[in-house]
């Protein structure tokens, strides 16, 4: 029996992916990345790209999260 824990994916894989890269290149290149802009990130992608999410948009990142 399979069962899935924890939230439901919001964006897919690739994205996440290419997220985690440029968050990596940002730390190589001596960009300090605050919590908020980390969870920001996801948000500006998702609008850019016309991804349909359950982000807040006044908080600009993901419903319930901090």
């Not at 994916?9 to 190589?28: F, G, K, S, T, Y």
């Not at 290149?29 to 790209?49: E, G, S, W």
């Amino acid at each position: 029996m399979k069962t899935k824990l924890g939230r439901k994916q919001i964006l897919p894989c690739e994205v996440e992916n290419d997220l985690a890269q440029h968050c990596r290149l940002m730390e190589r290149k001596i960009f300090d990345l605050t919590v908020a802009d980390v969870m920001n990130l996801p948000y500006l992608v998702a609008v850019r790209n016309g991804i349909k999410t359950n982000f807040s948009r006044e908080m600009k990142r993901l419903e319930g999260s901090g």
